[in-house]
Each structure stands twice: as C-alpha cells, then as structure tokens.
C-alpha cells in the first residue's frame, strides 16, 4: 500500500475478533440457531480466517481479542487485547499498533476469504485499501501509513448499511489513492451463512460447521 514498504511481505494483517463463546456473538443468529450452534459457526468462521492469513505473505500477523484464546488459534499469531470504547475507537487503536508500515484490518466474519484475494494488497503505491461488504459495512480497512487511522475511522458509526459510505470518503480524505478490493458478504445471519458457505473453499471449517448443524436441524 505504500512505495516505502512495496509488497504484502511488508504489511501487518491484523484480525478484530471477539472470542467465540455462546451469547458473545452471532446473535442474529439465534433463532433459528442455538447460542451454542451460532458459537461453533463463529469459531468455524474465525479458524477459517486465521488459517487464510497463514498462507498470505505478511511482516506480521496480529490478532486483536476481545476475550480469551482458545483452540481454534492456530501458532504464528501475536495476541493483543482489545482497547476499550466503541468500535471505531477500537480499530483505530488496533491499527495504530502497527507503527513498522502498512495495515490490513479483517473482521472474523468472512469465511470464504482467501490469499488470492488478497494477491493485490500492498501493491501499486496506495494510501489505503478498502473491501465493502454486501450489507453496507466493510470487511477489510487498510492503510500505507496506520498512524491515520484515529482521524480516518473515530466518528464512523459501524456495523450499520451506511458504514461503506462514510468510511470510504473518510479514507479518501486520508489519502487519495485508495484501492478497492472486491465486495464480500459478512455472516450476520442464517440467510448470509447458507451464500457464504457456497463461496467457502472446499473443506473450510465453516462449511462443515453449517453441514452439521443442518443434519442436527432434520
């Protein structure tokens, strides 16, 4: 994203997550999931996004939890916790943490992510990347220089289908060139996780999880 650190070997990938336990996340999951069935999809999805930024060049991998670690981290992750506040305060103090150049930001709520699909980040000079999600909110927020990232995402309401827009121009402001990465579909529901399962990689994590839970479901 930067001319002063060319290629995704030089960027930090960095995951917000929040511990998969039962009624933590995934909420609008449940009905037609239990809180524990909606937990297994959210740990699914998340193993599934760790073991993607495995395979994808990067100076570091970070993930950035709130709560506690537990088997679905696979090695070759540095473990922060999470600051407080609402999200944007969050993923501008996540992102500041990356003072040594670039910054890639991922939720844990995109299971069909791959390394190919990231195959352009960190290329071509850009002040920022952005990946909208199908609902209005973003999957991926990136920046050549993370130290922007305070006046870049503090004040976006997030999690609404409105947050594409803000945050977009926002990161135009923060620097002009700002790469587009493709739309993706967040898992917020039963209706996203049945689309994203069709977009899964043959033998994720996820797409198991949502295999069982339809056969406990006949």
Same mark, same amino acid.
């Given at each position: 994203?930067?001319?002063?650190?060319?290629? #995704?070997?030089?960027?930090?990938?960095?995951?917000?997550?929040?511990?998969?336990?039962?009624?933590?996340?995934?909420?609008?999951?449940?009905?037609?999931?239990?809180?524990?069935?909606?937990?297994?999809?959210?740990?699914?999805?998340?193993?599934?996004?760790? #073991?993607?930024?495995?395979?994808?060049?990067?100076?570091?991998?970070?993930?950035?939890?709130?709560?506690?670690?537990?088997?679905?981290l696979p090695p070759?992750?540095?473990?922060?916790?999470?600051?407080?506040?609402?999200?944007?305060?969050?993923?501008?103090?996540?992102?500041?943490?990356?003072?040594?150049?670039?910054?890639?930001?991922?939720?844990?709520?995109?299971?069909?992510l791959t390394p190919?699909?990231?195959?352009?980040?960190?290329?071509?000079?850009?002040?920022?990347?952005?990946g909208p999600a199908?609902?209005?909110?973003?999957?991926?927020?990136?920046?050549?220089?993370?130290?922007?990232?305070?006046?870049?995402?503090?004040?976006?309401?997030?999690?609404?289908? #409105?947050?594409?827009?803000?945050?977009?121009?926002?990161?135009?402001?923060?620097?002009?060139?700002?790469?587009?990465?493709?739309?993706?579909?967040?898992?917020?529901?039963?209706?996203?996780?049945?689309?994203?399962?069709?977009?899964?990689?043959?033998?994720?994590?996820?797409?198991?999880?949502?295999?069982?839970?339809?056969?406990?479901?006949?």
């Amino acid at each position: 994203m930067s001319a002063r650190h060319p290629g #995704r070997e030089a960027t930090t990938l960095l995951v917000i997550a929040k511990d998969p336990v039962p009624g933590r996340g995934r909420t609008r999951l449940t009905p037609p999931c239990t809180p524990r069935e909606a937990a297994a999809s959210a740990e699914a999805a998340l193993a599934d996004t760790l #073991r993607t930024l495995l395979r994808t060049p990067a100076h570091r991998r970070l993930l950035v939890l709130d709560g506690t670690p537990g088997p679905w981290l696979p090695p070759g992750f540095d473990v922060v916790p999470q600051e407080e506040g609402g999200p944007d305060e969050r993923i501008a103090a996540s992102s500041a943490r990356c003072a040594d150049g670039p910054a890639l930001l991922l939720g844990m709520d995109t299971p069909q992510l791959t390394p190919e699909l990231l195959s352009g980040v960190g290329q071509g000079g850009h002040d920022a990347c952005f990946g909208p999600a199908a609902d209005g909110d973003f999957w991926a927020l990136g920046l050549a220089d993370p130290a922007r990232a305070g006046s870049a995402v503090r004040g976006v309401p997030m999690s609404t289908h #409105r947050t594409g827009a803000i945050q977009r121009p926002r990161l135009a402001e923060a620097g002009p060139a700002v790469a587009d990465l493709p739309v993706l579909r967040d898992v917020d529901t039963a209706a996203d996780a049945a689309q994203v399962t069709a977009c899964c990689p043959p033998g994720s994590r996820f797409t198991t999880a949502l295999a069982s839970l339809a056969e406990v479901a006949r």
